[in-house]
């Protein structure tokens, strides 16, 4: 089986709740992704931070997770990390999704059995959710963010369209409208639950 793992590209989000600390929710986010990692099997789990972001990962990680302090947190910047880490596959996952189900991760290291690249879109608005591929990354792959990324792009530098995969969706937390999208039925995602509970 090859050597799989999750990234959290933990970047400042773009957007925080008006009366909410930046640092504060990018905590929370972080560290309601980072519980869902730590409940996957066969995959293992890491962080990307910008320089200086070592604290939050002392914050809301757990001793020995891997963390790679890079000058910018596009994809081909976090999965040359993980290539030389080891690992033969890698997910990078944007930092607003607290609520992501484990099975939309899964869905997204799947496709790479047969495609070198996989996607999922962030439902709801631009950009991408995650993006997978089997390392070494490919040479087409452009050193932009997942915020900077959309499946239409990548199919137009790819040698063949069909060499990126579609993977479920997920709605990330980038406007107040998003906050309307997490379903409190929903087990998980206490940090920011507990964040936001006065106001919801």
């Given at each position: 089986?090859?050597?799989?793992?999750?990234?959290?590209?933990l970047g400042l989000p773009v957007w925080a709740p008006p009366g909410v600390d930046p640092e504060r929710w990018r905590d929370a986010l972080a560290e309601d992704l980072l519980d869902v990692l730590a409940t996957m099997a066969e995959v293992e789990a890491a962080v990307a931070v910008p320089p200086g972001g070592v604290d939050l990962v002392r914050r809301v990680g757990w001793p020995g997770l891997s963390?790679?302090?890079?000058?910018?947190?596009?994809?081909?910047?976090?999965?040359?990390?993980?290539?030389?880490?080891?690992?033969?596959?890698?997910?990078?996952?944007?930092?607003?999704?607290?609520?992501?189900?484990?099975?939309?991760?899964?869905?997204?290291?799947?496709?790479?059995?047969?495609?070198?690249?996989?996607?999922?879109?962030?439902?709801?608005?631009?950009?991408?959710?995650?993006?997978?591929?089997?390392?070494?990354?490919?040479?087409?792959?452009?050193?932009?963010?997942?915020?900077?990324?959309?499946?239409?792009?990548?199919?137009?530098?790819?040698?063949?369209?069909?060499?990126?995969?579609?993977?479920?969706?997920?709605?990330?937390?980038?406007?107040?409208?998003?906050?309307?999208?997490?379903?409190?039925?929903?087990?998980?995602?206490?940090?920011?639950?507990?964040?936001?509970?006065?106001?919801?």
């Open positions: 089986m090859p050597r799989r793992v999750v990234v959290a590209a963390a790679y302090e890079l000058p910018a947190l596009d994809v081909v910047s976090i999965l040359t990390a993980a290539a030389a880490d080891g690992y033969d596959q890698a997910a990078v996952l944007a930092p607003d999704i607290p609520d992501l189900p484990g099975m939309i991760i899964a869905k997204l290291l799947r496709p790479l059995s047969s495609r070198p690249v996989a996607v999922a879109a962030a439902d709801g608005g631009p950009g991408l959710l995650g993006l997978s591929a089997v390392l070494p990354a490919p040479a087409w792959l452009p050193a932009l963010t997942l915020d900077e990324l959309t499946a239409q792009h990548l199919r137009r530098l790819a040698p063949a369209p069909t060499d990126v995969a579609p993977a479920a969706a997920w709605h990330r937390l980038r406007s107040p409208a998003d906050l309307g999208r997490l379903d409190p039925r929903l087990e998980g995602w206490d940090a920011t639950r507990a964040l936001l509970s006065p106001r919801r």
